[in-house]
Nanobody, 123 residues
Framework: QVQLVESGGGLVQAGGSLNISCAASGGTFSSYAMGWFRQAPGKEREFVATISRSGVGTYYADSAKGRFTISRDNAKNTVYLQMNSLKPEDTAVYYC????????????????WGQGTQVTVSS
């Protein structure tokens, strides 16, 4: 059983940056592909980015390409999402998720989820 805890969310102005983290425990972190998803009020949860177990492979939603970077440190059991050039439409609760094997972009493919961290971008 893997436990995931997100941190680093907050309030930032449009155009600013934020780096959120997700710390994992209870499993062999390097065995899990990791993903970031987000959910804005009144909207469905949507894919943001995903990274392979080794960190070599990454995949981004179109909305994140060129602005967000997903990375991981297997020695620290942590996955990161560096978000630059933030926009008000990036405002959402950001969730990290884990699964064994490949790194899909579909949320139902993930087995473990964190509680989320709020990111608010003011205009």
């Amino acid at each position: 059983q893997v436990q995931l805890v997100e941190s680093g969310g907050g309030l930032v102005q449009a155009g600013g940056s934020l780096n959120i983290s997700c710390a994992a425990s209870g499993g062999t972190f390097s065995s899990y592909a990791m993903g970031w998803f987000r959910q804005a009020p009144g909207k469905e949860r949507e894919f943001v980015a995903t990274i392979s177990r080794s960190g070599v492979g990454t995949y981004y939603a179109d909305s994140a390409k060129g602005r967000f970077t997903i990375s991981r440190d297997n020695a620290k059991n942590t996955v990161y999402l560096q978000m630059n050039s933030l926009k008000p439409e990036d405002t959402a609760v950001y969730y990290c998720a884990a699964r064994r094997g490949s790194f899909p972009y579909i949320d139902r493919e993930y087995d473990y989820w964190g509680q989320g961290t709020q990111v608010t971008v003011s205009s």
